[in-house]
């Protein structure tokens, strides 16, 4: 069987309100923080592939009234904020052992993906990697998940993706993969036993 993990959020820790809150002490700012550099679409284009990491710090600059060097230093904090969550690892080698065949399917801004992909040991893991700004797709669109499929060979019927976003594993089942909503390493585990993966 396959076994397709996000990454934010399931293998690496991912809290953007700590992030914001080291932004500023000031609430106001910190919902401009909030609003338009975590949650604008230029994040998304980050993630997608199609916007430089120079362009967006400059543009969340014209449109907070933060400085450039301070949207920078914010930006700058993302990479390294991605730590892995050791249960999570810890379960990925044990599925590995277990003969599964495993793969990564995440939305990640470049910066963020090399980051990690230098700093950590584990990618042996995977027999592949489905990363959104490699490719120009994001998660839930359905481009991705034919992406991943096709570009593996994988059976969807056959795969199960874990992700802890409700809409990526909506669109992932209607491709006709087992979605697992992870909550934690220990919840996470149940459910692939309760699905004959372990």
Known sequence: MNIVFDLGGVVF??????LIARASADPMVR?????????HADWLALDR?????????????GRTGL???????????????????P??????????????????LSNMAAASIQHIEKA???????????ISCRVHFIKPEPEIYAHLLKRYGLNAAETVF???IEANLAAAAKWGMQTIKFEDPLQCEDRLKLLGFL
């Open 31 to 39: 919902a401009v923080v909030r609003s338009e550099i975590f949650g």
């Open 67 to 85: 400085t450039v060097s301070q949207v920078a230093e914010i930006l700058g904090q993302v990479p390294p904020a991605l730590v892995p969550i």
């Open 120 to 130: 950590y040991s584990f990618w042996d893991v995977f027999e592949g990697r489905v």
């Open 13 to 18: 820790s991912w809290e953007p309100e700590a």
């Open 87 to 104: 249960e999570t690892v810890e379960l990925l080698y044990r599925l590995k052992a277990s003969m599964h065949k495993m793969f990564c």
């Open 49 to 61: 592939g199609t916007l430089s990491y120079q362009d967006a710090i400059a543009r969340a600059a």
């Open 162 to 164: 874990i992700d802890d």
